[in-house]
């Protein structure tokens, strides 16, 4: 999916590909709901406001990033999620640091600091700052769907609230944002991120409302590894050294800082 929208933002606006994003998910969980006659109505609605307003922010924030950076350093910045909610446990929930979470945080956040300097070389700044806060809307919207999932709300409920939120906004910033370009190409671009993004968003909510927190988010990380490789194939992205060390260092944390999230919290 961030392939697809790297292609179309050359063309299309950022609130346009939000729109054609959300809108199947929103139209098709719709008409699921109400041809099985599932209740629409939701009892978590702030839980859901909370979830939609994190999600819809880290999802524009990532577009654009993805759009001006590189592949892997775009969905990289993203999984630096789980670094800003271990950071967030320490300064508002009052545990303390262990060394082993301080070297994890370290080593993320240097990882970080190698990877912003080929973005600075290549005057893209803002695009970075904006990837970055991508994995920090990500840390609370993940954190939300874990409530809701606890809270007994279905996913397809929460993606479809979501979804619907995603739309409206997306329809009112419209009229801010800069012209798009309509061709046949982007126009199945679009739709080619509509349907992906949608089967891709009910499989992540399933798998982390049932499935092993742990496991999930390690394998996630196998993303970056995909948008090298997409990135490189479509577009030559070749990362410097320090931005390849910069990528290895977040991983590694990325998932240690996981593994470590996850122990606290069965424990």
Known sequence: MSALVKSAS????VPAIVLFRNLPSAVGLLVFALA????LSVAQWRLHAVRSALGVSGMALSFYA???LPLATATTLEYTAPLFIMVALFVFGGRRVSIAEVII?????????????????????LPFLAGLATGATAAGAYRMVWRLG???????????????VAVVLALLALPLAPAS?????SVWTLIGIGIVGLCAQLSMTH???IGSTTLLATLQYT???FSACLGLFFWGDRPTLAGSLGLALILLSGVFAVRDLNRVQAG
């Open 10 to 13: 050359a063309d299309i606006s």
């Open 36 to 39: 099985r006659g599932l209740p």
């Open 66 to 68: 993805i759009g001006q």
């Open 105 to 125: 945080m370290v080593t993320g956040f240097a990882g970080v600091l190698l990877l912003l300097r080929p973005t600075l070389q290549a005057d893209q700044s």
């Open 150 to 164: 606890r809270a007994g709300e279905p996913g397809w409920r929460i993606v479809l609230f979501y979804s619907v």
């Open 181 to 185: 370009n309509y061709s046949v190409k």
């Open 207 to 209: 798998a982390f409302r």
């Open 223 to 225: 993303t970056v590894i």
